[in-house]
């Protein structure tokens, strides 16, 4: 990998690239194609329109294997920053001036999985990288960015827990840890959806029954794993017939569908035109 800099942002350009081991509490985003990280008991595929949050510590891998070049842009934390941060918003000022650096209520164990791009952080994280090529001598304007973003994850913490809730366990324990794997079942169907995944091996991912994972992933995300497998196939094929002139029986093989012909009518169900008569339009 070629790097265009170094800690704490990592901005860098590679086709291939293998890379494992841990590091600091980290956002990780890539334009231009996917990476493919192992963290935990998660796989994760992270490519335009979403990031991946890692805690510090984690132990992982990243593998890029593409054609052209995928664009890696990451942030990586100083350790304890988050947790500070995190202090100054909810201790009162009384606290806050008795013992300023006091560091209770202690770690914060952010959930790991891809996120879509939100309000909180991808704006930020667009004007740090449009920015940091002429501010990399600038400590006090490196250091108001990543606490900026500290914040912000503090936001998407907080919406992650609201979001638990709509799992009906009575402990917020059960919830917390029943909505980590299923989100990793999630992550695993977005990650390998190309290829014939089973419902078994989606909840052998996430450690769980197929049944309750089905039920769960219903309650969570408010459709089946199927209907989300479909609607994420028809979106790529939609994208390459759209980007590419690849013959429509490739495309509909290469996303993960096993019948042209049930391609085609899904495809037309769903966008209100066959891949034929898209293809003529574009």
């Given at each position: 990998?070629?790097?265009?800099?170094?800690?704490?942002?990592?901005?860098?350009?590679?086709?291939?690239?293998?890379?494992?081991?841990?590091?600091?509490?980290s956002?990780?985003?890539?334009?231009?194609?996917?990476a493919?990280?192992?963290?935990?008991?998660?796989?994760f595929?992270v490519?335009?329109?979403?990031?991946?949050?890692?805690?510090?510590?984690?132990?992982y891998s990243?593998?890029?294997?593409?054609e052209?070049?995928?664009?890696?842009?990451?942030?990586?934390?100083?350790?304890?920053l988050?947790?500070?941060?995190?202090?100054?918003?909810?201790?009162?000022?009384?606290?806050?001036?008795?013992?300023?650096l006091?560091?209770?209520?202690g770690?914060i164990?952010?959930?790991?999985?891809?996120?879509?791009?939100?309000?909180?952080?991808?704006?930020?994280?667009?004007?740090?990288?449009?920015?940091y090529?002429?501010?990399?001598?600038?400590?006090?304007?490196?250091?108001?960015?990543?606490?900026?973003?500290?914040?912000?994850?503090v936001?998407?913490?907080?919406?992650?827990?609201?979001?638990?809730?709509k799992?009906p366990?009575?402990?917020?324990?059960?919830?917390?840890?029943?909505?980590?794997?299923v989100?990793?079942?999630?992550d695993?169907?977005a990650?390998?959806?190309?290829?014939?995944?089973?419902?078994?091996?989606v909840?052998?991912?996430?450690?769980?029954?197929?049944?309750?994972?089905?039920?769960s992933?219903?309650?969570?995300f408010g459709?089946s794993?199927?209907?989300y497998l479909?609607?994420?196939?028809l979106?790529?094929?939609?994208?390459?017939?759209l980007?590419?002139?690849?013959?429509?029986?490739?495309i509909?093989?290469?996303?993960g569908?096993?019948?042209?012909s049930?391609?085609?009518?899904?495809?037309s169900?769903?966008?209100?035109?066959?891949?034929?008569?898209?293809?003529?339009?574009?």
């Amino acid at each position: 990998m070629t790097p265009l800099n170094f800690l704490p942002i990592l901005h860098a350009s590679s086709s291939n690239y293998f890379w494992k081991g841990n590091g600091a509490l980290s956002i990780k985003t890539f334009r231009n194609g996917r990476a493919f990280y192992e963290a935990g008991h998660g796989h994760f595929a992270v490519g335009e329109g979403s990031y991946l949050l890692l805690n510090r510590g984690q132990e992982y891998s990243i593998t890029i294997e593409a054609e052209t070049p995928v664009e890696s842009f990451c942030i990586f934390f100083p350790d304890q920053l988050a947790e500070e941060v995190y202090r100054s918003l909810i201790a009162s000022e009384e606290k806050l001036l008795d013992d300023p650096l006091s560091l209770n209520p202690g770690p914060i164990d952010f959930v790991e999985k891809t996120y879509c791009n939100d309000e909180w952080l991808a704006p930020a994280l667009l004007k740090i990288k449009a920015e940091y090529g002429n501010r990399l001598e600038d400590g006090v304007w490196l250091d108001e960015q990543l606490r900026d973003l500290a914040q912000r994850l503090v936001q998407v913490h907080r919406q992650v827990h609201r979001e638990m809730l709509k799992l009906p366990s009575r402990k917020a324990s059960t919830r917390e840890e029943l909505f980590r794997r299923v989100s990793i079942g999630h992550d695993y169907m977005a990650a390998y959806y190309a290829k014939p995944i089973t419902l078994e091996e989606v909840a052998g991912a996430a450690c769980l029954s197929p049944n309750h994972f089905l039920r769960s992933y219903k309650q969570l995300f408010g459709q089946s794993p199927h209907q989300y497998l479909t609607e994420l196939r028809l979106q790529e094929a939609k994208r390459l017939l759209l980007r590419t002139d690849t013959s429509i029986t490739d495309i509909c093989l290469s996303v993960g569908f096993q019948s042209p012909s049930s391609f085609s009518g899904l495809f037309s169900k769903r966008f209100g035109a066959s891949p034929s008569r898209f293809c003529q339009k574009k």
